[in-house]
């Protein structure tokens, strides 16, 4: 079956530490996306890419980093610079951009301890 | 940047009323879709309403949508306990815009 899927589920960091958070499709999306949610908010654009080897800032990139090297995974790095990184993290496809629907990871919700 | 606003926040209905969600916005659009987030899980995808087009169906889903107004609205009918999720609109921004840009929600409790 074709999908995204994100791993952990659940992920602990501790201060000063910088963890990845994995995407993977293999819907032969060429967009990839990540946004962030906090409790009771929408969602926020952290990067996306629209081809391999090359991807954008959202609205809110620092203190994250990304790499786009194959077409089926984009994975985030949640660094140490990001000084408040307990969030749900959504990684999202697409076929084109915003011209069609997006599909959903199941998410990882990332904790500092 | 928040582009979707919707409304309410927050929706209490029983189980076989019909709901109805509203999303505001700010910019021009190609498109407006809409979401539904079970908690704790990803977003999934319900409709796409393009901008030259002013209602759409998908089995108990109604979108309409007024590009003079900027508005869109979702109507579920006859609910179900299972249609309990937060609920949200999402734009293109218009032009060539490769992002969607999201809402903060509207959260649907559906009581059987």
């Known amino acids: 079956d074709g999908g995204i899927t994100q791993s952990p589920k659940y992920l602990f960091r501790k201060e000063g530490q910088n963890v990845t958070l994995s995407c993977e499709q293999n819907l032969n999306h060429d967009a990839m996306y990540w946004y962030r949610q906090d409790p009771g908010q929408g969602l926020r654009l952290i990067y996306y890419?629209?081809?391999?080897?090359?991807?954008q800032k959202g609205d809110i990139a620092e203190g994250y980093s990304v790499s786009r090297e194959k077409k089926e995974s984009f994975p985030l790095t949640v660094t140490s610079a990001q000084k408040n990184p307990t969030a749900f993290y959504l990684c999202?496809?697409?076929?084109?951009?915003?011209?069609?629907?997006?599909?959903f990871g199941s998410g990882t919700r990332l904790t500092v301890v | 940047s928040q582009q979707g606003e919707e409304d309410p926040q927050a929706l209490s209905i029983q189980e076989g009323e019909n709901a109805t969600m509203n999303c505001s916005y700010k910019t021009s659009i190609n498109n407006l879709q809409w979401y539904r987030q079970n908690s704790g899980r990803g977003l999934v995808h319900l409709i796409l309403i393009r901008s030259n087009e002013r209602e759409k169906h998908s089995g108990r889903l109604r979108v309409t949508l007024d590009t003079s107004k900027k508005s869109s609205s979702l109507l579920i009918t006859a609910s179900r306990a299972a249609d309990t999720a937060s609920y949200f609109c999402a734009t293109d921004g218009g032009g060539g815009s490769e992002k969607l840009v999201f809402g903060k929600g509207t959260k649907l409790t559906v009581n059987p």
């Open positions: 999202a496809s697409s076929w084109q951009g915003a011209s069609y629907g997006y599909t």
């Open positions: 890419s629209q081809i391999v080897n090359d991807f």
